[in-house]
């Protein structure tokens, strides 16, 4: 990371607090699929009292909502919703007023829970070892111990570590299920600009999991949350140990960061970057830019750099909106639409995609392929 050690005066400055104009809104019991393609009846109330249009809102959630029982029930949802996207049926499911209203309640309803990934992860990358790979990603680390209860070295003398937490993004079943196992699809609802692989010019295989909500929070004691700011913001108090301080001092940090005002200048250096070409992950590059973009203020920079810690702590990108919900990608879609709500992971006890599977917590369909219209 950078400090303020590292800057140059540069030519040109930009005003990272200036407003900017950059939305970034970031995946029914109802057994007769086909009745889903019917035009879905307007929710947003004008003229009403906000407890009669709420009422009226949550009639019309819970209508849509789809909630199997089983994983072989799931299943037989996303190949019925596949052929309606093969017709070119797919009517997106939530407005903004009920995804809104969805949101007010933080409880999680879905019985299953939706995960979608690179499929090389089913493998362990450092190891391996077929299926033992894990769900999600590396949240924090802990030393690996011989049987004296000491650490491990490598050939190199240092100490081995492993993942002791993981981190996952996903989201409930009756938010992903329209997309059926179409990674085009699921990435548009998601607000995910899908892009090949820069190496091979061709998408990576990726991976749908279905997780079971209950099973897995009892035997991995994981817990589950809407990604809004003031959850992310806990989070980070958590698990973005880089921003150092006493308690009050790295509250007030982050919070200067978790917020939409910051987003927007985090997501715009971003933007910048790939109209140019620079590789933002590259130290030197980002050094670069960002000299060029805040110069010598060393307030900025700190902000700037904590942001991008907890971005690399939790994942919380660019495209992060604080609202528990993504943007879309969808065609014909207005703006303002909604994607989905998503669920962020802490997995505290981390088991491998075999362990899981054997114990029923997940159904895994290891290769998924787009519809073809």
């Given at each position: 990371l950078l400090s303020a050690a590292d800057v140059e005066n540069p030519q040109t400055k930009i005003d990272l607090d200036a407003e900017i104009e950059h939305s970034v809104p970031v995946h029914e019991r109802q057994?007769?699929?086909?009745?889903?393609?019917?035009?879905?009846?307007?929710?947003?109330?004008l003229d009403e009292g906000p407890s009669q249009a709420k009422l009226k809102l949550a009639?019309?959630?819970?209508?849509?909502?789809?909630?199997?029982?089983?994983?072989?029930?799931?299943?037989?949802?996303?190949?019925?919703?596949?052929?309606?996207?093969k017709q070119g049926k797919y009517v997106h499911k939530y407005s903004l007023d009920e995804m809104e209203l969805i949101l007010e309640n933080p409880a999680i309803r879905d019985k299953y829970v939706t995960r979608i990934m690179d499929s090389r992860f089913l493998n362990n990358t450092r190891t391996g070892e077929v299926r033992g790979g894990y769900l999600g990603a590396p949240l924090e680390w802990k030393a690996v111990l011989d049987e004296h209860g000491k650490p491990k070295l490598d050939a190199n003398g240092k100490e081995i570590h492993e993942p002791a937490r993981g981190k996952l993004w996903s989201a409930g079943f009756d938010q992903t299920e329209r997309g059926d196992k179409c990674p085009e699809q699921q990435a548009a609802m998601a607000g995910v600009n899908r892009e090949p692989n820069a190496k091979t010019g061709k998408f990576d295989d990726q991976t749908m999991i279905l997780i079971d909500r209950e099973k897995y929070r009892a035997i991995t004691g994981s817990e589950f949350f809407r990604p809004t700011w003031e959850n992310m913001t806990d989070l980070a108090m958590r698990f973005a140990k880089r921003i150092e301080g006493t308690e009050p001092e790295r509250i007030a940090r982050i919070q200067k960061v978790m917020n939409e005002r910051f987003q927007k200048s985090y997501a715009k250096v971003f933007e910048i970057a790939k109209e140019r070409g620079v590789d933002i992950w590259d130290v030197d590059d980002r050094r670069r830019l960002l000299n060029e973009l805040i110069g010598?203020?060393?307030?900025?920079?700190?902000?700037?750099?904590?942001?991008?810690?907890?971005h690399q702590a939790l994942g919380?990108?660019?495209?992060?909106?604080?609202?528990?919900y993504t943007k879309n990608l969808l065609a014909g879609l207005e703006k303002q639409a909604p994607g989905i709500a998503e669920i962020f992971i802490?997995?505290?006890?981390?088991?491998?995609?075999?362990?899981?599977?054997e114990a029923g917590v997940i159904n895994t369909f290891d290769v998924i392929t787009p519809v073809e219209k």
């Open positions: 057994t007769e699929v086909e009745t889903r393609v019917q035009s879905e009846p307007e929710t947003r109330q009639k019309v959630i819970e209508h849509k909502f789809v909630n199997p029982d089983t994983f072989e029930e799931a299943e037989k949802i996303l190949n019925n919703n596949r052929e309606l996207l010598d203020d060393a307030k900025k920079w700190q902000q700037w750099n904590d942001r991008f810690v907890i919380a990108n660019e495209y992060f909106l604080g609202t528990g802490v997995e505290n006890k981390l088991m491998t995609i075999k362990e899981l599977e």
